[in-house]
């Protein structure tokens, strides 16, 4: 999951296929007739002493957390296995291991076409990034698409001033007595590092440091931590170079020029090194071969990881619960109504980079095929060690979502899963519909959406363990871009929960059989589960195939392993559960009366009738 600031929103109004069009006349009758003859024999057979039995379960094509670990163990040990390369970063060799094996289950599968998209990636490389004043040399850290020095670069050191005194540098006016040419030190808070760089700039900066502020004690951060893994937003050339330092070595040098005498201002030395280049890197896409090609769902997940450690969770977990899904849709002895894409995208976690390009050049190349796209899943990180369960809050019940434009529709993709938790008795709570993972290009260009997020750098609430279990007060992922997210700290329960769901999602949308979700919004779950587990489960149920690099965690700490960056999606959604299909009855039937047993075969007869004519269908 990456950090970067959002792109520019780009909104393209498209005509959308309807997201759950009703089913041919000729399918809806034999399903009509048979479920009436199923139904009414089950109701007949039932006895009077007892209730009609439990509705069936929300159908999952039976996609189950063992079968989405299987794909995950090897991912983690494809990532291992180039831990001193980049572990799977977009442009190291373990990416492309990790595609070539997605790339043989799919082809595996024999229900999928594959090819890959290739895309041009501007990335940057990184030197030296630090302050020297009077002799002593404060390390920064880069943003990733600032600019930088050309050579080391000399000048006063200046502070913006706000209103009510503060240095936060978020009105242009903050910078009126900053002299031009100064190298500026700017705090942290309140507005984006984006639009501190553009004051600083606008006032003629020599080079700007945004230090950080205090930071709440449960996130572990010191003073002396650096601020790391920013995005500053999309590249401006016509910026001043800006980096980052750390709180103490920003209130150090504030002090010094707040106590510098009028007239002999503090001076420092900034050295930025930065080279801006163009890298080539793809996505993975795969199209059912069954389905209607003029109605696409289309299903992602970023496969791309970072360099500090083998982001089994982030965002492994997801690709391997693709790598599953084709698997089941595969197997299904019904076809898929509509054509399914699954898609495993590149370069995420440097700015959604792989389902940006996909979306633009279809955009801008074949609006016909664009137009096809009636909805997007995403899965983002599904086996957080101290997980909850999030669904995409598309109808704002608890986030306002500001700044994010939701198509029509998201909300019934929102009910999808809603409707499924609340079906098997499955807590679940609101993740904030930011836009910000693989599903915003699609939203932006009018595409309804949604998905699931086990949770990340957010910190988890005593209510939130009452639900799902875990920790209080410390995060949902201390592993988030660590070396530490490993196979061993992937939490069993959570993957068993989110399988499933994802299953069912894929069901809801591609087959036309599938129930519509319920007219009225629900609610995030308000009872917790009867047993919530009181510590993530650390052992998977699949042996890997290598050691992870290391010790599981067994209880989480409020001491992140390293300076989380702000969350694209603040969690709040399900906890274990130790049955997920609840179905039939428990009662005994009575002796079955042949009026029941006649419309029973009725029904059979005429549910297989219509399974085998469509087979017939797709085949021809």
């Not at 930025?272 to 793809?282: A, N, P, R, S, Y």
Request: charged share 20%; proline share 8%.
């Amino acid at each position: 999951m990456m950090r970067a600031s959002l792109p520019a929103e780009r909104c393209i109004p498209v005509p959308r296929n309807t997201l759950l069009p009703p089913p041919r006349r000729l399918r809806r009758a034999s399903a009509i007739a048979a479920t009436t003859a199923l139904v009414g024999g089950a109701l007949i057979i039932a006895p009077a002493a007892f209730a009609a039995p439990d509705a069936e379960a929300p159908n999952d094509l039976g996609l189950t957390g063992d079968d989405v670990m299987t794909h995950l163990t090897q991912f983690s040990t494809i990532s291992e296995s180039f831990a001193d390369q980049g572990y799977r970063t977009w442009n190291g060799p373990g990416y492309e291991a990790a595609a070539q094996y997605a790339e043989q289950v799919l082809e595996a599968t024999g229900a999928f076409t594959v090819s890959r998209q290739s895309f041009d990636v501007p990335y940057s490389e990184f030197g030296e990034a630090s302050l020297t004043v009077d002799g002593t040399t404060y390390a920064g850290s880069h943003f990733d698409n600032s600019e930088g020095t050309d050579a080391p670069y000399t000048g006063a050191l200046a502070l913006p001033l706000g209103a009510d005194g503060n240095r936060l540098g978020c009105e242009t006016a903050d910078f009126a007595d900053v002299p031009a040419g100064a190298i500026v030190l700017v705090q942290r808070g309140v507005c984006t590092f984006e639009l501190k760089i553009d004051n600083a700039s606008a006032a003629g900066a020599g080079a700007v440091f945004i230090y950080n502020n205090e930071r709440p004690a449960e996130e572990g951060v010191a003073p002396e931590d650096q601020l790391t893994n920013v995005g500053s937003g999309p590249r401006n050339e016509e910026d001043s170079p800006a980096a980052t330092l750390p709180q103490a070595s920003g209130d150090t040098l504030a002090a010094l020029v707040t106590a510098a005498p009028e007239g002999a201002p503090v001076e420092g030395t900034a050295v930025i090194e930065k080279q801006f280049l163009v890298g080539q890197t793809f996505n993975i896409i795969a199209d059912s071969t069954a389905g209607d090609p003029d109605d696409t769902v289309v299903i992602g997940a970023h496969l791309d990881g970072v360099a500090e450690g083998p982001g089994v969770n982030d965002n492994a977990s997801g690709s391997a619960a693709i790598l599953a899904l084709a698997e089941k849709i595969a197997a299904s002895e019904v076809p898929n109504d509509k054509r399914i894409r699954l898609a495993l995208w590149g370069a995420e976690e440097i700015g959604l980079l792989g389902s940006t390009a996909y979306v633009d050049d279809l955009v801008a190349n074949d609006p016909d095929e664009w137009a096809r796209i009636s909805s997007y899943l995403n899965y983002d990180m599904i086996g957080s060690e101290n997980f909850t369960v999030g669904v995409y809050d598309a109808d704002r019940s608890t986030f306002p979502a500001e700044g994010v434009k939701i198509p029509d529709g998201s909300e019934e993709i929102e009910k999808i899963y809603t409707d499924y938790f609340d079906a098997i008795d499955q807590p679940w709570i609101d993740t904030e519909y930011s836009g910000r993972s693989d599903y915003q290009a699609f939203i932006d260009n009018g595409v309804p959406a949604g998905g699931l997020f086990s949770g990340g750098d957010d910190i988890k609430t005593e209510e939130q363990v009452e639900m799902f279990g875990g920790t209080a007060g410390v995060f949902m992922d201390r592993n988030y871009h660590t070396v530490n997210d490993t196979l061993a700290n992937i939490n069993r329960d959570s993957v068993d929960i989110f399988a499933p769901a994802i299953g069912h999602a894929a069901a809801a949308l591609a087959w036309e059989t599938a129930v519509e979700p319920s007219p009225e919004p629900t609610e995030p779950s308000p009872e917790p589960t009867t047993e919530p587990t009181t510590e993530p489960t650390a052992q998977p149920t699949a042996e890997p195939t290598a050691q992870p690099t290391a010790e599981p965690t067994a209880q989480p700490t409020a001491q992140p392993t390293a300076q989380p960056t702000p969350s694209p999606s603040t969690t709040t959604g399900p906890g274990p559960r130790d049955n997920l299909a609840q179905t039939g009855s428990d009662a005994d039937g009575s002796p079955l009366p042949a009026i029941g047993a006649g419309m029973l075969v009725l029904g059979a007869l005429i549910a297989a009738g219509a399974v085998l004519a469509r087979r017939r269908s797709a085949q021809e």
